[in-house]
């Protein structure tokens, strides 16, 4: 019987290692390049050009690594529970490589957003850490990160973790609402977003578009990292192929 | 730009600390994201090369 197609063929095609390995080499120097410019432009506005904040003076620029970083450590996380789902429901080797090149990528990214708020937080609050809702449901996101790290670290094959990293990460995903709405759910010394989809940003132009500016090229070096791991990901688990004896031999 | 002198944007204002180490450690976390893949990517070519000689001498 011939089985039906039910996806996209695109969809097909990316299960194949080879194909994924062959495009992902085309898109690195895409996301890497670009990347590399907006990062660096981005700081170089936002620190020497965006006006100051008339409350927070200087200490404010750090929102240009601040909120870029706490996006990515949420965005990254919904891509590993995605793609760990998939993983589950196709049986789809590739989502679980990508899920695997994903969590140490994150776990940076909450790593970042909780020092670079930490640091931000003892000139503004006169604190470093309070116990409050958004801190601590950001705490929970690296925590969720590092549990993840574990449980491939605790195999002798990340792939015979993957089943049950998917199903903690999607167990974990109803950590990032809770992390979106803490501003709003509770009484809390963090300022609200300033970036929504709904409504104009909170800030003048000359002080988001730079933001913007970092948050893409945030972006960009999250498609760069991620890249490059599933690449090696790739290479180590098809070591029995004939592409890769033939690739790794014509180098 | 915002600042007269180097000196001022060093200093920020006070908050140079502040705004600096969060820059510096960002940039750190950044690169090691991109200088570890590629340092094990160099090794597990290099591994496989190795793999494959020995299989075909065998």
């Given at each position: 019987m011939v089985k039906k197609q039910i996806m996209p063929k695109w969809f097909y095609q990316m299960a194949s290692p080879k194909w994924c390995y062959q495009i992902s080499g085309k898109l690195l120097p895409i996301f890497s390049i670009s990347a590399l410019l907006l990062l660096v432009a981005g700081v170089i506005w936002g620190l020497l050009f965006a006006p100051q904040d008339y409350q927070q003076g200087n200490s404010f620029r750090i929102i240009y690594i601040h909120v870029p970083s706490a996006i990515l450590a949420q965005s990254i996380y919904l891509t590993m529970a995605i793609a760990g789902g998939i993983g589950i429901i196709w049986k789809m080797k590739i989502a679980d490589m990508v899920a695997y090149a994903c969590a140490p990528i994150g776990a940076s990214m909450a790593f970042i957003a909780l020092l670079t708020g930490a640091i931000w937080g003892k000139p503004t609050w006169g604190s470093w850490w309070v116990w409050d809702a958004?801190?601590?449901?950001?705490?929970?996101?690296?925590?969720?990160?590092?549990?993840?790290?574990?449980?491939?670290?605790?195999?002798?094959?990340?792939?015979?973790?993957?089943?049950?990293?998917?199903?903690?990460?999607?167990?974990?995903?109803?950590?990032?609402p809770i992390i979106k709405y803490s501003v709003d759910w509770w009484n809390t010394l963090h300022q609200p977003a300033t970036f929504t989809l709904t409504e104009k940003p909170a800030m003048p132009v000359e002080m988001w578009l730079p933001l913007l500016v970092m948050v893409i090229g945030f972006y960009c070096f999250f498609a760069s990292a991620m890249l490059l791991r599933l690449r090696n990901e790739i290479l180590v688990r098809e070591k029995r192929t004939s592409w890769v004896k033939q690739l790794v031999s014509e180098s | 730009m915002q600042f007269e002198t180097w000196l001022d944007v060093i200093e920020m204002g006070g908050h140079g600390l502040y705004v600096w180490s969060s820059f510096g450690l960002t940039v750190l976390v950044i690169a090691l994201n991109v200088i570890v893949p590629l340092n094990a990517h160099k090794k597990i070519r290099v591994s496989l090369q190795k793999k494959f000689q020995r299989e075909n001498n065998s």
């Amino acid at each position: 019987m011939v089985k039906k197609q039910i996806m996209p063929k695109w969809f097909y095609q990316m299960a194949s290692p080879k194909w994924c390995y062959q495009i992902s080499g085309k898109l690195l120097p895409i996301f890497s390049i670009s990347a590399l410019l907006l990062l660096v432009a981005g700081v170089i506005w936002g620190l020497l050009f965006a006006p100051q904040d008339y409350q927070q003076g200087n200490s404010f620029r750090i929102i240009y690594i601040h909120v870029p970083s706490a996006i990515l450590a949420q965005s990254i996380y919904l891509t590993m529970a995605i793609a760990g789902g998939i993983g589950i429901i196709w049986k789809m080797k590739i989502a679980d490589m990508v899920a695997y090149a994903c969590a140490p990528i994150g776990a940076s990214m909450a790593f970042i957003a909780l020092l670079t708020g930490a640091i931000w937080g003892k000139p503004t609050w006169g604190s470093w850490w309070v116990w409050d809702a958004r801190l601590t449901s950001m705490l929970i996101l690296l925590f969720l990160y590092f549990g993840v790290i574990a449980m491939y670290s605790a195999m002798e094959k990340p792939e015979n973790a993957a089943r049950s990293v998917a199903i903690l990460s999607l167990v974990g995903l109803v950590n990032i609402p809770i992390i979106k709405y803490s501003v709003d759910w509770w009484n809390t010394l963090h300022q609200p977003a300033t970036f929504t989809l709904t409504e104009k940003p909170a800030m003048p132009v000359e002080m988001w578009l730079p933001l913007l500016v970092m948050v893409i090229g945030f972006y960009c070096f999250f498609a760069s990292a991620m890249l490059l791991r599933l690449r090696n990901e790739i290479l180590v688990r098809e070591k029995r192929t004939s592409w890769v004896k033939q690739l790794v031999s014509e180098s | 730009m915002q600042f007269e002198t180097w000196l001022d944007v060093i200093e920020m204002g006070g908050h140079g600390l502040y705004v600096w180490s969060s820059f510096g450690l960002t940039v750190l976390v950044i690169a090691l994201n991109v200088i570890v893949p590629l340092n094990a990517h160099k090794k597990i070519r290099v591994s496989l090369q190795k793999k494959f000689q020995r299989e075909n001498n065998s």
